[in-house]
């Protein structure tokens, strides 16, 4: 009796073994038609796409006309899958992206005592001292100590470590030579002399930036500068920053992408020396009333409109405009960052962009050797929004409304109209 109950388990458990092992879901690599791979399970099809599961447990669809031959191929033979014979996206389909590598990376962070300094000329005739960390090249209009560069040097060498952790392949280069070159300014004339406007604390021109002592923490201590981290300006290297590392990459995109990206690192992502990328939304909230109370609103027709707005509708004098072309960006960046998609649609935006503007920097420093990415009768504004396309996936303006007002409200949000 006892040796038959025990055969019985024992069948029992290997049928429920081999039930479980049947259900176990089996990886595969996933390839797009941009060649972006991702580990995943099959779990069905729902009409032109694919419903798959990543390692996490996560399940996501993808179009099938978006994925690789091969995989297209493995979906026809194995699932009896109907491709679309002509490749396109329908008003209500999100833009084809492969989820897994296009996302925000973890927590960022640069010690300053890490950072190796290393002094050049010391013109003290034409107040010019030099010194340089990894790809930066300072110009203090005041000497200062070598303990002290390592924390003036530390916001810049953390966002261009942001910037290699991104998930776009960009790989930011200067105008000219082999450094970024930041001027660090004493006075208020020093600041004036190299661009900078009143009400301002730091800019930005085509192969140089340059900031405040002020902004960066250092006071005058006797006849020296000490650093003070209490003293510096929020963010402010960060924002000037990004724009320097940006460099190609901003005439292919919308102001909306360039100044909101800007916007949310300088102000939401960044704190206290240190990137974060998850449990943002309390921080985005507080910049939100901040931006408020300097007379900006959360209009949502004015939020769409700037969606497609070009360059030379975004500039302006006027504060409170400016303060406005910001928030709209930075709302926009933190939509489709985090409220859609995971925040793989903004990625693969980005990484379009990255991969345009490195061509024609190919093609400028090979003379033309290297090929022509695009049709030069197009501007940059045309290019900038055949990508925008990408990011639409179809979608009208009511239907991107409808979206981003829903994606708001599932945090606090609501916007005037």
């Known amino acids: 009796m006892k040796i038959r109950v025990v055969l019985l388990l024992l069948s029992a458990s290997a049928l429920l073994g081999s039930h479980l092992q049947a259900q176990a879901p089996e990886l595969r690599v996933w390839t797009n038609q941009q060649g972006r791979t991702v580990k995943a399970a099959f779990v069905e099809m729902q009409g032109a796409n694919v419903v798959i ?21 493995y979906l026809q033979a194995m699932h009896g899958a109907k491709i679309p014979s002509t490749p396109g996206l329908t008003p209500a389909t999100k833009t084809p992206v492969m989820p897994g590598s296009l996302a925000w990376p973890g927590t960022i962070a640069v010690s300053p005592k890490a950072i190796v300094v290393t002094p050049g000329q010391q013109d003290d005739v034409g107040r010019n001292y030099h010194y ?33 952790s991104l998930p776009w392949n960009w790989h930011p280069k200067p105008e000219q030579g082999t450094l970024f070159k930041i001027y ?77 990206l800007e916007k949310f690192l300088r102000t939401v992502a960044y704190h206290n020396g240190g990137f974060q990328f998850s449990g943002l939304e309390s921080r985005l909230k507080a910049e939100i009333k901040n931006d408020l109370d300097l007379g900006a609103k959360l209009d949502l027709k004015s939020l769409v409109e700037t969606f497609r707005s070009p360059w030379s509708a975004q500039r302006s004098n006027v504060k409170q405009i400016r303060v406005q072309n910001y928030l709209n960006g930075m709302l926009l960046v933190y939509y489709f960052g985090y409220l859609e998609n995971q925040g793989a649609a903004l990625h693969e935006y980005f990484r379009l ?33 055949g990508f925008l396309d990408r990011l ?11 979206d981003i007002a829903s994606g708001f409200r599932t945090i606090g949000i609501k916007f005037e109209g």
């Open 184 to 260: 660090l300014t004493e006075t208020e004339e020093d600041f004036v002399s190299l661009g900078g406007t009143d009400g301002s604390a730091a800019g930005s021109q085509d192969d140089y930036a340059f900031i405040k002592f002020s902004a960066i923490g250092l006071k005058k201590v006797g006849a020296k500068y000490a650093f003070d981290a209490r003293q510096k300006t929020e963010g402010q290297v960060v924002g000037m920053t990004t724009r320097l590392l940006i460099g190609d990459m901003r005439n292919l995109l919308q102001p909306w992408a360039a100044l909101g």
């Open 53 to 73: 599961q990543l390692e996490n447990g996560t399940r996501t669809q993808v179009p099938v006309n978006t994925l690789a031959k091969s995989d297209q191929g």
């Open 132 to 164: 340089q960390t990894g790809t930066f090249g300072f110009i203090a209009k005041a000497p200062l100590a070598g303990t002290v560069m390592k924390e003036v040097a530390a916001d810049f060498e953390l966002t261009r470590a942001l910037f290699s």
């Open 353 to 385: 962009v990255a991969e345009e503007a490195t061509a024609w920097r190919v093609y400028r420093e090979t003379d033309g050797k290297s090929g022509r990415p695009q049709d030069r009768s197009k501007t940059s504004e045309d290019i900038a929004l």
């Open 392 to 402: 639409l996936a179809g979608r009208d303006d009511v239907r991107l409304s409808a």
